[in-house]
């Protein structure tokens, strides 16, 4: 069994493993700074131990390793260990695991530069309904603000975060490190295109931009049996239903944009109650942020137009901003150049609709993300899976991305010139 091989098997094994470790028995559910977080980190801890790794926790609970000296520059590779309700084994792991066996590889000895693997603690944004905690913090954009939110039970993240055992007045030292040269992000595609195409890989060259809102419509609670149809019932679910086919109806007619009406809770809901309480999440995404910009206000407008006409009181507020993210042009051709040397075959170039890690990070230092077949298209689902030679390819084509970047200097000196940017908090250009 060749060397990419028996790496895809591990990687392909720990993932499952990993998938065990749940906050709810019989499914994979792991949310940010859970019970089941700490046994994550143990188990992935001990992996990044046996691989030589220096292994820590920062303030906000990211587990991070590295390898070589304190003086070397950083590449790091990661992505994120927490995961949806219910969710499947390798949107997120898999590229946490796969930067531990390419820091574990026998070339990667000797390299001009270290090797740190970032297992984010909060991608998904479950707990706080905010996502890309984890990623935030080792940028130095994690606010104030944010830090305030509060889940469901009422816990802020701050005091999560000192539940678990973190200190925050330490989230300052969660910084990436000044001399880091750039991200790499291996994550399932998590979409339909590469199976479509019968290809393994696919090289991302931007990431969409992202508008999440929460939006309340608020009404008045009455007896179901007894308030007659029409202007005498404020029916709070009846306005956001007439929104959500709205919504739906926009989006199918503008050519690439996706949006998403995914959760919708009524407050005190009965079968016999008109609905007095609706509160519903709305996430629009397109590579373009003119267009994502325009149909998220159009949506608001829907929105209180389908308010108005039923004496309900809307309120919209946005969760999320996310300009759609080009990645580095340097790093991503050398991706692409590593696929084609490690498989022969060209490689696809693809934007990716979904959110990740990468998307945050570039802002600051020279990013690139290669994205692996989605079997099934599936992705946040328990049936989420992944097959070992793509697994493979992609390792090769890690391993072939690393062997350039060692052997260019003239790029890895530009890399370092780079680095020093990050050092003012200037962003990535």
């Known amino acids: 069994m060749s060397q990419a091989a028996q790496a895809a098997q591990r990687i392909v094994g720990r993932c499952r493993e990993l998938a065990q470790v749940s906050d709810v028995p019989g499914q994979t559910t792991r949310t940010f700074l859970s019970s089941a977080t700490h046994d994550a980190h143990a188990l992935v801890g001990g ?21 070589g000296s304190e003086d070397l520059p950083r590449l790091v590779i990661g992505s994120h260990l927490d995961t949806v309700i219910d ?15 390419l820091a574990n590889a026998p070339n990667s000895e000797g390299m ?10 909060d991608e998904e944004g479950v707990r706080f309904a905010r996502p890309f905690l984890g990623s935030l913090a080792v940028v130095g954009e994690l ?7 509060r ?15 973190l200190n925050m007045a330490q989230l300052s030292s969660a910084r ?3 001399s ?66 709205e919504v739906e109806r926009y989006a199918v007619g503008c050519e690439g944009l996706i949006a998403t009406v995914g959760k919708v809770e009524v407050p005190g809901g009965a079968a016999n109650v008109i609905a007095g309480h609706c509160l519903a999440t709305l996430d629009v995404r397109h590579p373009q942020d003119l267009v994502r910009r325009a ?13 108005e006409t039923r004496g309900v009181e809307v309120e919209c507020r946005t969760m999320l901003e996310q300009a759609a993210v080009p990645m580095d042009e340097v790093l991503t051709e050398r991706l692409a150049a590593a696929c084609v040397k490690s498989t022969g075959k060209s490689v696809r170039r693809m934007t990716s609709g979904a959110g990740h890690d990468a998307m945050i990070v570039a802002s600051k230092i020279p990013t690139a993300m290669l994205f692996l077949r989605s079997p099934g298209g599936l992705s946040h689902h328990p049936d989420e899976t992944v097959m070992e030679s793509d697994v493979a390819a992609a390792y090769g084509a890690g391993l072939e991305f690393l062997r350039m970047l060692r052997d260019d200097k003239a790029m890895l000196d530009r890399l370092i010139s780079r680095a020093s940017r990050f050092v003012h908090g200037a962003p990535h250009a």
């Open 47 to 67: 992996w990044m131990r046996q691989a030589g790794l220096r292994v820590w926790t920062d303030a906000i609970g990211n587990l991070r390793g590295v390898t």
């Open 87 to 101: 969710a499947g084994a390798f949107d997120g792991p898999l590229g946490v695991v796969m930067g531990i066996e």
């Open 112 to 121: 001009p530069f270290a090797i740190e693997v970032i297992g984010f603690s």
């Open 143 to 149: 606010n104030q603000q944010m830090l305030e939110l």
């Open 151 to 165: 889940d469901a039970a009422g816990f802020t993240i701050t005091q999560a975060a000192e539940e678990f055992g």
């Open 176 to 178: 990436l490190a000044p």
């Open 180 to 245: 880091t040269l750039g991200y790499l992000e291996f994550h399932i595609e998590q979409g339909p295109v590469l199976e479509e195409a019968r290809e393994a890989v696919a090289v991302v060259d931007a990431i969409a931009g992202q508008t999440r809102m929460q939006v309340s419509f608020q009404g008045h609670a009455n007896h179901a049996g007894t308030t007659p149809m029409g202007r005498l019932r404020r029916d709070a679910v009846a306005a956001a239903a007439e929104w959500i086919a």
């Open 295 to 307: 149909a998220a206000e159009y949506m608001i407008r829907a929105a209180e137009r389908a308010g």
